[in-house]
């Protein structure tokens, strides 16, 4: 059992996918939640009422992450709530489904809005969730990356960009944010889900699945959100010895046996 309970973790972008999967398991684990979303607040609210469930303390709130008043209201909400911050995740990010060959499919703009999100975002939340989780005397942050940084894969060369320069920048903010803070990152692979099948098409992400549950190591269509939540949960609060750190959560992808695709 991980020392979760009574916690506070802000997980942006949680009202779907690994977001939500992870909201859900820290709650179950006793762990108060700040769900962050930009768009759904209904889909933020059922996921709220599935935490509350466990008798957690649970903070609603619109927010996007790459606006700086936005991002800072929302880590202000955390702390007149709970008037802590134990653990970040910033998994809030976006992109273009672009065939990597088609440079001309993406503009400069589509650079622009994918690192404001994906690199500048979490940057700019961990830097806000800093100064309380130092006077806390510990913290943790989890930046939700990709196989995509690792490999220079995925749904379009400007997303494998900002995943790499995401894991990058952890190394830089683990060195600056020890001893009281450690900084992690987890690098899924293929994730089953409605959102990577709207991206793709339903053709292509049926094939991709195909592919990787022959072609992987461990022979699976990919993994699901609360695989890629467990491995979020224990980065959050039980690798206590453990900062700077990239975790593929992808079932062996990376090792090329398939066709690589990223969440």
């Not at 913290?139 to 995509?148: L, Q, Y």
């Not at 600056?176 to 339903?202: A, H, S, Y």
């Not at 592919?211 to 224990?234: F, I, N, Q, R, S």
């Amino acid at each position: 059992m991980l020392p979760i309970k009574d916690t506070v973790t802000i997980v942006t972008g949680s009202s779907s996918g690994i977001g939500a999967a992870t909201v859900r398991m820290l709650a179950e684990n006793g762990g108060h939640v700040v769900i962050n979303y930009s768009k759904s607040a209904a889909a933020a609210e059922r996921v709220a009422e599935d935490c509350r469930k466990h008798g957690v303390d649970v903070l609603v709130m619109q927010a996007d992450v790459g606006d700086e008043a936005s991002r800072l209201a929302l880590v202000d909400a955390t702390m007149k709530k709970f008037g802590k911050i134990t653990g970040l995740v910033n998994n809030a990010g976006t992109t273009v489904f672009v065939d990597h060959g088609d440079l001309g499919g993406l503009s400069e703009e589509d650079f622009h809005n994918i690192y404001r999100l994906n690199v500048v975002g979490a940057f700019m939340m961990t830097r806000a969730c800093e100064p309380h989780m130092r006077a806390g005397g510990t913290g943790s942050v989890v930046n939700i990356s990709s196989v995509a940084g690792v490999m220079g894969v995925g749904s379009s060369i400007a997303y494998a960009a900002s995943k790499g320069a995401l894991n990058t920048m952890t190394l830089s903010l683990a060195r600056v944010l020890g001893p009281e803070i450690r900084v992690n990152t987890v690098c899924p692979g293929f994730v089953i889900g409605e959102w990577l099948k709207q991206g793709m098409g339903e053709e292509k992400y049926e094939a991709t699945r195909a592919a990787l549950a022959k072609g992987t190591a461990l022979h699976k269509p990919g993994g699901t959100a609360e695989d890629m939540a467990e491995a979020v949960c224990w980065f959050l609060y039980g690798a206590r010895h453990i900062t700077g750190e990239f975790l593929l959560t992808d079932g062996g992808q990376h090792l090329g046996q398939a066709p690589l695709v990223a969440r």
